[in-house]
């Protein structure tokens, strides 16, 4: 509303305030409203509200410069297997030890699927195919989302980033697109309905 009301600019030096401060604030809030209808007043929605508020500054920060800051994803690693460690919940666990275990498999399983994409596309197109930032915001989604869903969002993400690699070769012929807004989407994507869409993988497939 301060943005609005102030037709983006300071209120005392008058500069112009960029629309994406404006963008961001906006998509925080109605992800806070739409998760605290989804989840409730739960340790899930204090935990992944908190995961989805990273992830979108982790996405804008990609775009904006290519880098993904590892001041969120090494910390958001520990965090996520501590928070399943305590709330096993969070894997569909009872007990503690199998939080833990499973918030850790899915660390690994994260970071390693999109490490070992990174070394064949490296090796097949002989140029860096993907950036360490990817393999630690995988981890770091794989450590709150678990093996299956981490796994599920790996495949999803190339779905989402080919919309916009395609849009960036015809306007401005780049092969390099960040990937971070990609693996951001659809790990939300595979956290709020990863389930659903995993049964009905496997129930159409029997």
Not at 169 to 174: L, Q, S
């Given at each position: 509303l301060s943005y609005i009301i102030l037709r983006a600019r300071c209120r005392y030096c008058k500069e112009k305030i960029s629309?994406?401060?404006?963008?961001?604030?906006?998509?925080?809030?109605?992800i806070f409203l739409f998760f605290y209808l989804y989840f409730g007043f739960s340790v899930e929605y204090f935990v992944y509200t908190a995961l989805t508020a990273s992830l979108i500054v982790v996405s804008f920060i990609d775009?904006?410069?290519?880098?993904?800051?590892?001041?969120?994803?090494?910390?958001?690693?520990?965090?996520?297997?501590?928070?399943?460690?305590?709330?096993?919940?969070?894997?569909?666990?009872?007990?503690r030890v199998y939080g833990f275990l499973h918030s850790l498999l899915g660390l690994f399983t994260g970071g390693g699927?999109?490490?070992?994409?990174?070394?064949?596309?490296?090796?097949?197109?002989?140029?860096?195919?993907?950036g360490g930032g990817d393999v630690k915001l995988m981890a770091m989604l794989g450590a709150f989302l678990g093996w299956k869903l981490i796994i599920l969002a790996f495949f999803l993400a190339p779905f989402f980033g080919s919309f916009v690699g395609i849009?960036?070769?015809?306007?401005?012929?780049?092969?390099?697109?960040?990937y971070g807004p990609h693996l951001s989407i659809a790990s939300i994507v595979a956290l709020l309905w990863g389930d659903k869409i995993l049964n009905f993988i496997f129930v159409t497939r029997l």
């Open positions: 629309f994406l401060y404006f963008v961001v604030e906006l998509l925080t809030g109605l775009l904006k410069i290519q880098e993904i800051p590892d001041e969120i994803s090494l910390p958001g690693m520990v965090i996520g297997v501590i928070l399943c460690a305590i709330f096993p919940q969070l894997m569909q666990q009872e007990d699927l999109i490490y070992i994409m990174g070394v064949i596309g490296k090796a097949a197109f002989k140029k860096e195919a993907m849009a960036a070769k015809i306007k401005n012929k780049e092969d390099i697109i960040p």
